[in-house]
């Protein structure tokens, strides 16, 4: 099975950007689909985004869209997240997860995590 280890997090100004890595190790990092994954304080983990083994297909949380990217480099075992115009609402430790099955959206479906990376958007 596949390793997944996230960083790139930090403490962020509201209005800034971050980009996430998720790299990968172990299986083909091109067998699986890819997401992202949140949890704030006090709060359930919640969806953010999944993009197919190939790349072609992407989804996100209405809460993200249009604010933030996902993107897969399948030659360098590499996912990432691209996050503009960030909130305080965003801050959270983020995620990445795999799964073969589909551009699912949901948590159960997902059985490969990464340690997480925090992300605090404050002033």
């Known amino acids: 099975q596949v390793q997944l280890v996230e960083s790139g997090g930090g403490l962020v100004q509201p209005g800034g950007s971050l980009r996430l890595s998720c790299a990968a190790s172990?299986?083909?990092?091109?067998?699986?689909?890819m997401g992202w994954f949140r949890q704030a304080p006090g709060k359930e983990r919640e969806f953010v985004a999944v993009?197919?083994?190939?790349?072609?297909?992407?989804s996100y949380a209405d809460s993200v869209k249009g604010r933030f990217t996902i993107s897969r480099d399948n030659a360098k075992n590499t996912l990432y997240l691209q996050m503009n115009t960030l909130k305080p609402d965003d801050t959270a430790v983020y995620y990445c997860a795999a799964q073969s099955g589909g551009t699912y959206r949901t948590l159960y479906k997902y059985d490969l995590w990464g340690q997480g990376t925090q992300v605090t958007v404050s002033s």
């Open positions: 172990g299986r083909t990092f091109s067998d699986y689909n």
């Open positions: 993009i197919s083994w190939s790349g072609d297909s992407t």
